[in-house]
């Protein structure tokens, strides 16, 4: 079946670092990814719908220059949280679409972000 | 727009007896409808899909779902919970043709031995 990897599983950094979160389709490409994020005991909320080749779609609310997205290829999608801050710990979760659209959404295993 | 309220934050159930998570939905379209398990820390299984075939739909591990349009209900049911059940679970709505799921806010459900 569809499988997504998404690296790292956790990670911790500094306050006012930069963070990089990858997602990848192993075994399909998916010219469409999306980026989640996720508090504590909460909903998944979505942040941007990421599209290989173009710019990413951000949700409103959310800082486009603060999570910058790349989809430089068919089977990768990166998440880059610039200048982090304590109130950007949470976790994000990537899904992508394995050829099925909705019905065939893979999500990854999700990185945990804490930044201190 | 497409919404899902899940009626229920927390369900608790003692292995071997029925599970039931609620969901209700609102769609402006024909809705497809999934319901997604997360266990702590993981990324989201999918567990069903509803896509406008059958009404009554089975999933993995032994879940099933109803589509039931009356009620605008989607209510998720096992007929014995196992302790390895235990997680949080979430109802999703999407419109046919839309790429965006929508997500309720989860059922976390507790299995007591």
């Known amino acids: 079946g569809a499988v997504v990897s998404q690296h790292p599983s956790r990670v911790i950094c500094k306050s006012g670092t930069s963070v990089k979160i990858e997602c990848r389709s192993l075994?399909?490409?998916?010219?469409?990814m999306f980026w989640y994020r996720q508090f504590p005991k909460q909903s998944l909320m979505l942040m941007a719908t990421s599209n290989e080749g173009s710019k990413a779609t951000y949700e409103q609310g959310v800082e486009k220059d603060k999570f910058l997205i790349n989809h430089a290829s068919l089977t990768l999608s990166t998440l880059t949280v610039t200048s982090a801050h304590p109130e950007d710990s949470s976790f994000y979760i990537c899904s992508a679409d394995s050829g099925q659209g909705t019905y065939g959404y893979t999500f990854g295993s999700g990185t945990r972000l804490t930044v201190v | 727009a497409q919404s899902v309220t899940q009626l229920d934050s927390h369900v608790s159930v003692s292995e071997g007896t029925p599970v039931l998570l609620r969901c209700n939905y609102s769609?402006?379209?024909?809705?497809?409808l999934f319901w997604y398990v997360q266990h702590p820390n993981k990324g989201l299984q999918l567990l069903l899909k509803y896509t406008s075939a059958a009404t009554l739909v089975k999933g993995i591990n032994g879940f099933e779902a109803e589509f039931k349009k009356s009620e605008t209900s989607f209510h998720l049911t096992k007929p014995s919970a196992h302790m390895s059940d235990a997680a949080e679970y979430f109802c999703?709505?999407?419109?046919?043709?839309?790429?965006?799921?929508?997500f309720g806010t989860g059922t976390r459900l507790l299995v007591s031995p």
């Open positions: 999703v709505v999407t419109a046919a043709g839309f790429q965006k799921l929508v």
């Open positions: 075994d399909f490409q998916a010219t469409t």
């Open positions: 769609s402006s379209y024909s809705p497809s």
